[in-house]
């Protein structure tokens, strides 16, 4: 157990008696395949909407640079930057293992080390430009550059095509507004990974969770969290740290 488990997190001990634990319910700190596939349903729809309206806007003005990018970047920021700035920092990611098990990435390689620390500010920069900037507007403003290029070729596509591209980017968009919206109130209220911009955990629940977790209590508190204090006080002293 302690190998796979090597800084004793109580959500990687199978051997933990959960039925003793006073925040049982409200955190979803287990294992479970019915939360991962719950995930997957709500972000796989943007993304196989997106690149299905690339494609279009890619045989429709034969420009296909955006589809390509969007290619690329994918698995860039969700395999290498995201786990370093924002899964590394995961109790899930504590395991000993190559490949990362948890409710959202699941199978991803694990190209970092563990940081029991919470994310700074740089990171969360990072994770509010890289995924909520890229990866949400830069679509948008492709199928968006779609829809223009046929207003002005009007003649040559018609009212159809023009239509078309503009269902599938409102579908993409609310697509995403969904993927965002459903994450925030149904994942993020009960996500361990507590410093993401957008977790919505209490402080008495974070408070109970570490005081289970040496390892992560002691990180948190040496960024200047304190166990019963106010939440503002943990903003006060943020580290700065090297991407090792």
């Not at 800084?7 to 395949?33: E, F, H, P, R």
């Not at 694990?110 to 990171?123: Q, T, V």
């Not at 570490?210 to 166990?227: C, P």
Request: aromatic share 16%; glycine share 8%.
């Amino acid at each position: 157990m302690k190998k796979k488990n090597p800084y004793n997190i109580c959500t990687l001990d199978d051997q933990y008696d959960c039925t003793s634990c006073g925040i049982q319910g409200k955190l979803a700190c287990k294992w479970n395949s019915k939360i991962l596939s719950g995930f997957h349903a709500i972000g796989f729809p943007p993304v196989v909407i997106t690149i299905f309206g690339m494609v279009l806007v890619g045989i429709l003005t034969g420009i296909w640079w955006f589809l390509i990018a969007y290619l690329i970047y994918c698995p860039i920021m969700f395999v290498i930057l995201e786990g370093r700035f924002l899964c590394s920092h995961c109790p899930y990611w504590a395991e000993d293992s190559k490949t990362l098990h948890c409710l959202g990435n699941h199978g991803n390689p694990k190209l970092w080390r563990y940081h029991p620390e919470p994310m700074n500010k740089f990171e969360q920069f990072m994770m509010y430009f890289l995924i909520a900037t890229i990866f949400f507007v830069f679509p948008l403003a492709a199928l968006g550059y779609g829809i223009w290029f046929i207003s002005i070729h009007y003649g040559e596509y018609g009212l159809i095509s023009l239509l078309g591209l503009i269902g599938i980017t409102v579908a993409s968009l609310l697509s995403s507004i969904t993927f965002v919206s459903v994450l925030k109130f149904f994942f993020c209220s009960k996500c361990i990974n507590f410093s993401c911009p957008l977790n919505t955990v209490s402080k008495s629940v974070i408070d109970e969770y570490l005081k289970k977790n040496d390892v992560m209590r002691k990180a948190w508190e040496e960024t200047g969290w304190q166990i019963g204090g106010t939440a503002s006080m943990y903003n006060k002293k943020w580290k700065t740290e090297q991407w090792k």
